[in-house]
């Protein structure tokens, strides 16, 4: 018998094992060039499929020296025209034409070159995918039933991840290293049953690289020049998890059930969230609903009425308008992590399509601002209604997406009212994320650190006055920090963000430097060269009250000549205490002002005995200034008359 195999056969790699069966023994195998030159464009290319291809033929002239078969090549190489032309079929019809100049059998495991073979009048051997009757894999002898991951590297003693996914070790699981030989023979049987098995897919195919998924195992063969060695990788699932193990089930299956059908999973890689997206397909699937999936790679193990699609010509947006046409209830997208896949993700949502997706993210202030980059911020709710956040298996939190007309936090003036997405906690109602819009950019203000600062800052605020320094082209006056810590001023991103818009928009105005120093919420001082006051303020204060109508809160432009010599002239002081060491505490009927002409220009910590009181700047003329009512100057004052010693400390 002469038989011809193409290239299909040889990838597949069951010819060999025919043969050992007895079932081609004493047959010619004639293989083409044109299958030769393919196999080893393959391998150039870094694609396992080229080197299992290769191997194949390597079994075949050794079954040949062993005059098991014998075996010749015929044809010629197919010219740079014909290899362009490949994925048309010219190579494949150089192959068959082998067959007809040889009057042979032609053999194939590619269901369109057996159908056009046939046209063509070849007697064809289809071999179709093997369904039943395989041999566990080599890979499965270094794993049990506590083994999630196994990972092999050749030089390397092979090692296994083991336990649950609330206790994992690594360990290793034998002492002599794998070799490289060991690593081809065990990719080669895994691309074999790829091809063969119907629940077998290989996922990715690049130069150096093979994802290939066979049942609900997930295996990575990389070799040179993508990494340093051959190795592979080898994935999977220990437990079977349905959506009412999980402690918080109910609350996620009144929502998704309901009108909120915008759902993402967040979590660290390997926290479970792929087991919690396969349990709510599950669940929805069983609840009546038509439920599909999109993956790249296809690693979901969900029942068979679930159809797994991936990426359509290499790209999900492709996937998306075929699932537009099939209208599914729900689709589980697995996962999110270029652009395209948060903007599809956004594109069906709003279609009306329920959808879960699934986000590697350390926190839920992560997975917003990876949404919130790539959507506008001002339907974020439409498409995201709950977000559940997965850590070692187990729910953690589940928060809620609302959209509202409101001040942001951290800003306390009603004239910054706006829309904002807020995020709160589903069990407590607690705000969690502020996501507005503020100079052109989006801002995701997680809640923790900003309301403890801000309300420390407001408690101060009320008590105290703040009393301006001298003012310089090159500093700012004497700022908020007289009163309040540094850390806790450096917190407020209101004020902050209120002075970069003074001065940006007094800046159009104006040459010189424009010292801003905010008051309190609603009220500026802004220093300006004495020549720019005439242009900032404009005809009949038309430039000042467009900002003030703009920015939302009152500005008080000052000239910096005037401001500097109401600081040179004298002050009258009620009363005089002398500290010692230089320092000196005076007092009239509005200010109390701390003299400490050592640390002039500096940062100071301010203490009665060991007791920590405040932090503030020292102006250039020496000085701290306090609103004499306020409570911090009323504590010094008792302090002082207690006999307990003021110090400034430099920070």
């Known amino acids: 018998m002469i038989l011809v195999p193409d290239t299909s056969v040889l990838i597949d790699g069951r010819i060999t094992s025919m043969i050992k069966a007895g079932e081609y023994k ?83 495991s590619d269901f369109v070159q057996a159908e056009v073979a046939r046209a063509k009048g070849l007697d064809v051997i289809y071999l ?68 063969r098995d119907p629940d077998g897919f290989i996922e990715v195919e690049k130069r150096g690289i093979t994802v290939v998924q066979i049942g609900s195992m997930r295996i990575a063969i990389a070799r040179r020049p993508f990494s340093d060695g051959m190795e592979i990788t080898a994935v999977r699932p220990i437990v079977d998890v349905t959506l009412k193990d999980y402690a918080k089930a109910d609350i996620i299956t009144k929502r998704i059930t309901s009108e909120k059908r915008g759902l993402i999973i967040v979590g660290s890689p390997g926290s479970g969230k792929t087991t919690l997206a396969q349990s709510v397909a599950t669940f929805l699937s069983d609840s009546g609903f038509v439920v599909k999936t999109m993956e ?6 969900v029942p068979d009425q679930i159809t797994q699609y991936t990426m359509l010509d290499g790209s999900m947006s492709n996937t998306a308008d075929v699932l537009l046409l099939v209208r599914p209830d729900f689709v589980i997208f697995d996962e999110l992590r270029k652009n395209e896949d948060f903007n599809v993700f956004a ?168 010292d801003v120093q905010m008051m309190s919420d609603t009220k500026a001082v802004v220093f300006i060269d004495d020549k720019d006051v005439p242009a900032a303020i404009g005809k009949g204060g038309k430039n000042i009250s467009a900002i003030v109508n703009k920015i939302g809160i009152g500005i008080d432009i000052k000239p910096r000549s005037e401001f500097d010599r109401q600081q040179v002239q004298p002050q009258k002081s009620e009363a005089e205490f002398n500290l010692g060491s230089g320092i000196k505490i005076q007092t009239d009927k509005k200010q109390l002002t701390i003299v400490a002409p050592e640390q002039s220009g500096k940062i100071v910590d301010v203490f009665a005995g060991k007791e920590y009181l405040f932090t503030a700047t020292v102006n250039e003329m020496g000085e701290i200034h306090l609103a004499k009512n306020s409570s911090i100057a009323q504590e010094m004052i008792r302090r002082y008359q207690n006999s307990e010693i003021i110090k400034l400390r430099p920070v």
């Open 296 to 301: 790249a790679p296809r690693e979901l193990q």
């Open 26 to 108: 004493g047959s010619t195998i004639i293989v083409p060039e044109a299958v030769i030159a393919e196999l080893e464009a393959q391998a150039n290319n870094g694609r396992e499929i080229g080197f299992s291809g290769l191997n194949e033929l390597q079994q075949l002239s050794r079954m040949a020296e062993e005059k098991t078969i014998e075996i010749k090549f015929s044809g010629v190489r197919p010219s740079l025209e014909q290899v362009k032309l490949a994925s048309g079929g010219e190579i494949d019809a150089m192959i068959r034409n082998i067959a007809i100049e040889n009057s042979a059998r032609f053999i194939t």
């Open 347 to 514: 594109d069906m949502r709003l279609a009306g399509l329920g959808m879960v997706g699934v986000i590697h993210a350390n926190g839920v202030q992560d997975a917003v601002q990876r949404f919130s980059d790539r959507v506008d911020f001002s339907v974020l709710s439409q498409i995201i209604n709950t977000i559940i956040f997965v850590r070692q298996g187990v729910i953690t939190k589940i928060y809620d997406v609302d959209f509202t007309i409101k001040v942001p936090e951290g800003m306390a003036n009603e004239m910054h009212i706006r829309p904002v997405t807020i995020v709160t906690d589903h069990e407590t109602g607690e705000l969690v994320i502020d996501v507005f819009r503020y100079d052109g950019e989006t801002i995701v203000m997680p809640m923790t650190a900003v309301t403890i600062a801000a309300k420390k800052a407001s408690q101060v605020i009320q008590n105290v006055g703040i009393s301006a320094g001298p003012v310089s082209n090159t500093r700012s006056p004497v700022s908020v920090t007289e009163i309040i810590p540094a850390k806790e001023n450096e917190d407020r991103p209101g004020w902050k963000l209120m002075e970069k818009d003074i001065q940006r928009e007094i800046g159009r105005y104006t040459e010189g430097f424009v």
């Open 128 to 195: 179709k995918p093997q369904v039943s009757d395989f041999v566990p894999l080599g890979i499965d002898q270094f794993f049990d039933e506590h083994t999630i991951a196994v990972y092999l590297k050749e030089r390397v003693c092979p090692s296994a991840k083991k336990g649950t996914i609330n206790d994992m070790k690594l360990v290793k699981i034998r002492e002599q290293p794998t070799s490289e030989y060991e690593l081809r023979a065990l990719a080669q049987e895994i691309l074999e049953r790829a091809k």
